[in-house]
C-alpha cells in the first residue's frame, strides 16, 4: 500500500539554523500538507500547497517557513532561523484531490532545537 | 473560528466494555467530521468520516448538528484499539483540518 515517507526521523538543530524537512507524498496526489504537533498539544495545521503553490496557510506559517516541491517526488519544508519553540513532531501528508477526501500522514519528523 | 473539543486525554476500560471518546465542534457552518487514530508508533490514519456513515473495526460516529458533537462508540472494545484517537473538522470551502487535543484509551485484559 502506498504511504508517504518522511526523512528525516529525527532531527537535532541548534538555535538560529535553517532545517529542512522532506516529503515523498503518494505518487498519484495532487495536494500535499504540512502539520506540526508540539508535545502534549493538539496536531495544528501549518500550509497546503497544489499546483505548485501554496492553497492554504495558516498563521503560524509566517516568513520562517517556506514550502516547495522541487522536483516530481519531493515535498519539503524549510524552517529558517530555527527557534526553540519550533521544536515539535512534523507531519506531511497528501490527499488525491483536496475539499472531500482523505489526508494520509507521514510517520512525522522529530525536530529538537537545541 | 473552527475548533475542536476531546475533553478527556485519557479513557480507561477493560476488554469487552463499551466505549465512546467524546467530541464537540465549534463551528457555524456545515462541517466534515473525521476519527484518525494513531496506535503505537505508527502514522495518524483515518478512522472514519461522517460522510460515509460507515463502521470501521466496529466503531461509529453520529455527527449530531444540535449538540455539535461527533463522538466515536463501539460496543465492546478490544485490547488492540488501544491507541490515540483524534477528532477533526474540516469546514466548508477549507483544505486544513483542525484536530482536538486526542483521547488516549487504553484497553486492559
Known amino acids: 500500500e502506498p504511504e508517504v515517507t518522511q526523512t528525516p526521523s529525527h532531527q537535532v538543530t541548534q538555535m538560529g539554523q535553517e532545517v529542512i524537512l522532506r516529503c515523498v507524498p503518494i505518487s498519484n496526489h495532487l495536494y500535499f500538507y504540512w502539520y506540526r504537533q508540539i508535545l502534549g498539544q493538539k496536531v495544528e495545521f501549518l500550509v497546503s500547497?497544489?499546483?505548485?503553490?501554496?492553497?492554504?496557510k495558516s498563521e503560524i506559517f509566517d516568513d520562517q517557513f517556506s514550502v516547495e516541491r522541487p522536483d516530481g517526488s519531493n515535498f519539503t519544508l524549510k524552517i529558517r532561523s530555527t527557534k526553540l519553540e519550533d521544536s515539535a513532531m512534523y507531519f506531511c501528508?497528501?490527499?488525491?484531490?483536496?475539499?472531500?477526501?482523505?489526508?494520509?500522514f507521514g510517520q512525522g519528523t522529530r525536530l529538537t532545537v537545541v | 473560528a473552527q475548533r475542536v473539543t476531546q475533553p478527556e486525554k485519557l479513557l480507561s476500560v477493560f476488554k469487552g466494555a463499551p466505549v465512546e471518546l467524546k467530541c464537540n465542534y465549534s463551528y457555524s457552518g456545515s462541517p466534515e467530521l473525521f476519527w484518525y487514530v494513531q496506535y503505537s508508533r505508527q502514522r495518524l490514519q483515518l478512522l472514519l468520516r461522517h460522510i460515509s456513515r460507515e463502521s470501521i473495526k466496529g466503531f461509529t460516529a453520529d455527527l449530531n448538528k444540535g449538540e455539535t458533537s461527533f463522538h466515536l462508540k463501539k460496543p465492546f472494545a478490544q485490547e488492540e484499539d488501544s491507541a490515540m484517537y483524534y477528532c477533526a473538522l474540516r469546514a466548508t470551502g477549507f483544505q486544513k483540518l483542525v484536530f482536538g487535543t486526542g483521547t488516549r484509551l487504553l484497553v486492559s485484559p
Open positions: 501528508a497528501s490527499s488525491p484531490e483536496g475539499l472531500g477526501t482523505e489526508a494520509f
Open positions: 500547497f497544489y499546483n505548485n503553490e501554496i492553497s492554504e
